[in-house]
């Protein structure tokens, strides 16, 4: 009598050709799922400041005073830290999204999408440092004073 | 002797979603994704890198300066078809994160009711502020 039940195959020996999950399979927990999730985040974040921005542009239209006023926030330097994020949420989203493209599209993107990720990465920090330095030298300068 | 017979389709036979059939709306969705993505990746990198990067970054954006570049049907056609494509790409992505979260049939309807009224309202005032801005308004 094997597994309680009578009329059950004998599987004894058979132990090895039983497939677990292990922890981490080759998408779950790995670069291709955590790739995924920071599209959806980077995405959804950037939906709500596009509907944000196009209200207080739309201000252009009421006067050159009150458009004048809403820009200043933008020029806040806690506001321009929270842009350089915006600009990194975005410059993720495209680069992780031609990414997606060649993974749908092209024969071999599934078998180099790893190594893809760790590209676009690389990517992004190369623009980004320089981009970060553009981004912030006015308020650097308006926080610690020109030196 | 006539005994009732279950009705079993042959194999193979396409699987029917709702009475009115397939529609291909999702595979369109799939697609616009990747296509206004690449189109997008020109226009708001460029718009990110004019407007936050070269030439002093935002410390120089005012009244005037917008003036200045809708003057030209360029930056005018540009900035239309990104507000759409920017738009329509965002809405549709919140779509399908409401299909994938929101699991009660009325919460999904509420969500998408808000999504899509939202979409209405920046694509009208946005298209609309483009169309009619006015550089000598006081």
Redesign the interface.
């Known amino acids: 009598m094997v597994n309680g039940h009578e009329n059950a195959p004998d599987l004894r020996g058979y132990d090895r050709f039983v497939v677990t999950a292990p922890a981490g399979t080759l998408y779950r927990g790995r670069e291709g799922m955590w790739s995924w999730v920071a599209q959806r985040i980077t995405g959804a974040l950037t939906f709500f400041f596009l509907f944000a921005h196009v209200l207080d542009t739309a201000l252009v239209r009421v006067s050159p005073d009150s458009y004048d006023s809403v820009i200043a926030t933008y020029k806040n330097p806690f506001v321009n830290v929270l842009e350089l994020g915006l600009v990194g949420a975005v410059l993720f989203h495209a680069l992780n999204g031609l990414r997606i493209i060649a993974i749908d599209f092209w024969s071999r993107g599934p078998r180099y999408q790893q190594m893809m990720l760790w590209t676009i990465v690389v990517v992004w920090l190369v623009v980004m440092v320089p981009g970060a330095y553009f981004m912030l030298e006015h308020t650097f300068a308006a926080i610690f004073g020109q030196a | 002797m006539t005994a009732s017979v279950p009705d079993i389709k042959a194999p193979r036979s396409q699987r029917r979603f709702g009475s009115s059939g397939r529609s291909n709306f999702e595979l369109c969705s799939w697609l616009f994704m ?1 296509m206004s ?2 189109v ?2 020109v226009l ?2 460029g718009h ?1 890198l004019i407007m ?3 030439d ?4 120089r ?4 300066f ?1 003036a200045g570049r809708w003057a030209s049907p360029f930056w005018q056609v540009w900035d239309l078809l990104m ?1 759409w494509l ?2 329509l790409h ?2 549709n ?2 779509r399908i ?1 409401i299909n994938d979260y929101a699991e009660r049939d009325a919460t999904r309807m509420w969500l998408k009711t808000a999504l899509y009224l ?1 979409a209405v309202l ?1 694509l009208f ?2 298209t ?2 483009i169309f ?3 550089p000598n ?2």
């Open positions: 990747r993505g690449v997008l990746i708001v990198l990110l936050n990067v070269l002093g970054g935002v410390q954006i005012n009244f005037a917008v507000l920017a738009q965002g809405a992505g919140l994160i939202s920046v005032t946005g609309l502020v009619t801005f006015d308004l006081t």
